[in-house]
């Protein structure tokens, strides 16, 4: 009883280690990785305030006539706006050592965004231009060292690597050769294993493809759901879902021998209960919760941590009434505790234990949001549409945390562990203090 209240207080503390970060000073091994960081973002951030300052001419000098409209929007929530493409961003993605968001947009470029000053004053980013064409999706590599587009024009997918200079600084090279082009309709969105086994791409008719990492057709999954809305790989690197016209969820298993070698795809299970098209899914980081979102004006959260060969199915934990449409996402976070459904131009955040709605943002973009993710701590929320790109606070994610060790006080027995919890307790909140407390920009 003792020892499993205690392993569950491990768990719980390993989840709230971005907790307690913010209270505890950076050890040495942090240090020296932000020296390393910085130099890989000097060179080439001058090189970005360069060109924004000659844009910034060119915009004075277009006179009052044309001026742009910007589009304003603040939020005791928001912790930064990311500013730096000329374009509207469509896609978004953390790098799985948690140092990396990029971004693309219709200006020919890749950003890549240090997520460490986040909460500073001046956001640092890298470019890799996309010669002759625009990416409209972007996922990091499972090492963080690569990075793979959806290109507009090419209509197939491009590998960037990015290798380090000798000064320690980054900089970009395209593979010399692109992916060939097999998708008759729109791409929706491209993944690489976890595992480094595959790539995946998934487009609006009812078509997945499975790649090696050379660019190698290894198979093709028709979903039978008339048309697609969305797919993705599970974080495991394990499973391939989609969803789309029909009521359901489809998730498959891609399965490789001992050796590696790519065997074949196999129908995993299905998420059953909604009763129209799904818009969208995610998946908590263990892959063992997912979230969707239907036309049927509701989320479901579903416990997936299933052994489908054995016969046993996902079942639904929540149905909670929320607004979506036509291109919402939805996001989960890693440990699954916040749930961000988006409409149009706003974004809803759910507390997924209870279903409470607990943050309401609206107009966060001029237009439509594209893309939506937690990074991977869970501290944060990002979300794209215009050119800016919107950081929040995860302040639900902190506020759940919370509530769960205030739960375990109630029921710890042992005087030591009591007080564990209490010191954690009041940690966890003076950082959410802290957080509510900041300045936004
Ligand atoms: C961004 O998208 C909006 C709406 O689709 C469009 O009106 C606008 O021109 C786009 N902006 C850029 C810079 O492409
Ligand atoms: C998932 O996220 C939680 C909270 O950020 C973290 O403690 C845990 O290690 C992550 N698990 C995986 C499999 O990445």
Not at 58 to 65: A, F, L, T
Not at 80 to 105: E, I, P, W
Request: hydrophobic share 40%; net charge positive; charged share 25%.
């Amino acid at each position: 009883m003792e020892i499993a209240a205690l392993a569950a207080l491990t768990l719980l503390l390993g989840a709230l280690v971005i907790l307690v970060a913010l209270a505890v000073g950076r050890r040495k091994e942090e240090i020296r990785e932000e020296t390393e960081q910085a130099a890989e973002f000097a060179a080439e951030a001058s090189a970005v305030k360069g060109s924004q300052s000659k844009k910034q001419k060119q915009e004075k000098q277009r006179g009052r006539k044309d001026k742009p409209t910007q589009h304003t929007f603040s939020h005791p929530l928001l912790a930064a706006s990311l500013k730096g493409h000329s374009g509207n961003v469509t896609c978004l993605d953390f790098s799985s050592n948690g140092k990396y968001l990029a971004s693309c947009a219709d200006d020919r470029t890749v950003r890549i965004w240090s997520t460490k000053d986040f909460l500073d004053r001046e956001h640092k980013c890298l470019r890799a231009n996309v010669e002759l064409d625009h990416a409209t999706l972007v996922r990091f590599s499972p090492d963080s060292r690569a990075f793979i587009t959806w290109l507009a024009n090419g209509d197939c997918i491009r590998i960037f690597k990015m290798t380090k200079k000798d000064d320690g600084s980054m900089s970009f090279k395209a593979a010399p050769e692109d992916f060939p082009q097999k998708h008759k309709a729109t791409i929706l969105n491209i993944g690489i294993a976890e595992t480094g086994k595959f790539i995946m791409s998934a487009s609006t008719d009812t078509c997945i493809n499975i790649w090696d990492l050379k660019g190698e057709l290894l198979a093709s999954i028709n979903t039978n759901q008339i048309t697609n809305s969305y797919a993705a790989i599970s974080p495991c690197g394990r499973f391939v879902a989609s969803c789309g016209f029909t009521p359901d969820v489809k998730v498959w298993e891609v399965c490789f021998g001992k050796g590696g070698d790519f065997r074949e795809v196999v129908r995993a299970f299905d998420l059953k209960g909604h009763s129209a098209g799904v818009h969208a899914f995610a998946f908590s980081n263990d892959s063992r919760r997912m979230v969707s979102v239907s036309k049927d004006g509701t989320w479901k959260l579903w416990n997936t941590d299933v052994e489908y060969k054995k016969q046993q199915d996902p079942y639904l934990l929540k149905t909670i009434p929320c607004s979506s449409s036509e291109g919402s996402r939805v996001a989960l976070s890693p440990d699954g505790r916040v749930v961000a459904v988006s409409d149009g131009c706003n974004v809803a955040m759910y507390d997924a234990a209870s279903g409470k709605l607990e943050e309401e943002l609206h107009g966060v973009h001029s237009v439509e949001i594209t893309d939506l993710r937690f990074d991977i701590n869970g501290r944060f929320l990002v979300c794209s549409g215009d050119k800016a790109i919107r950081v929040f606070h995860n302040a639900p994610g902190y506020r759940a945390a919370i509530k769960d060790m205030q739960d375990m006080l109630k029921k710890a027995q042992n005087e030591a562990m009591k007080q564990r919890l209490q010191q954690q307790i009041k940690e966890a909140q003076s950082a959410l203090d802290a957080v509510l407390a900041a300045p936004s920009n």
